[in-house]
């Protein structure tokens, strides 16, 4: 299994591919501008680096959007705020042999625990509806769910690994890595190419990820796009 050229040319700008591939029936447009529906993702994507952005299409924003890999150019008034870069990772190893199901729980896609527990890690980014856009496993404790992983990003040729999160307390029991595993299987059993975004300062991350098989192809930009003051 691997990636067409197109296809990997495709991931450097990740989100418009994914609101033009796999979730084309999500975009919302805000003039030449794309993006998830608020309550499904926080993020909005233009076609290309640098693009500008009149204020009358960003005026039609309700709320702060984040973009990653192509950065609009924005006009006085408007603030684009970097957040560090990240790491684009794409698995690159053989067929993932179906981890252990025991233990492991495939999510209703409206379950409001995955967002309590995505809170802890990554504040905002997972919302009311983000797990309709894949699928999402799970690991509870005493009814509680403790660990978690699924699909975001669909691209077509490649689906993006997202939300992979572990409660404080119960890290390093190799919760992450299995759920991980799970969702890959998941993809390749679709015929479609696990890949993924992690914070370039994560080293730990990098490194399980790098063990699972993903290799890093690129370094992206990451921004907020904040609203004016009222």
């Known amino acids: 299994m691997g990636m067409t050229e197109q ?3 495709g991931l450097a700008n990740p ?8 979730q084309r029936q999500l975009a919302q447009p805000l003039g030449a501008m794309r993006r998830y529906p608020p309550d499904v993702a926080p993020f909005a994507a233009v076609p290309e680096e640098g693009m500008p952005v009149p204020a009358g299409d960003l005026a039609l924003l309700r709320e702060d959007v984040f973009f990653v890999g192509a950065i609009p150019a924005v006009p006085p008034g408007w603030e684009v705020r970097e957040l560090g870069g990240v790491t684009q990772m794409v698995y690159t190893g053989g067929a ?5 199901r025991e233990g492991v729980t495939l999510l209703d896609p409206l379950d409001p625990a995955m967002q309590e527990l995505t809170d802890v890690a990554f504040p905002g ?3 009311a509806r983000t797990g309709t856009m894949g699928r999402y496993f799970g690991i509870f404790d005493q009814g509680r769910l403790v660990a978690l992983s699924g699909e975001r990003m669909d691209m077509g040729e490649a689906r993006e690994v997202s939300a992979v999160c572990t409660r404080p307390g119960y890290m390093g029991r190799g919760y992450a890595a299995l759920l991980v595993r799970h969702v890959m299987h998941a993809m390749q059993e679709d015929g479609i190419t696990p890949m993924l975004h992690v914070g370039s300062g994560n080293a730990r991350a990098i490194g399980i990820y790098e063990a699972l098989g993903f290799i890093r192809v690129r370094q992206l930009r990451h921004a907020r796009l904040v609203l004016p003051p009222p």
């Open 15 to 22: 989100v418009w591919a994914a609101l033009h591939g796999g």
């Open 7 to 9: 296809g990997l040319a």
């Open 125 to 127: 980014y997972f919302r």
């Open 96 to 100: 993932i042999a179906a981890p252990p």
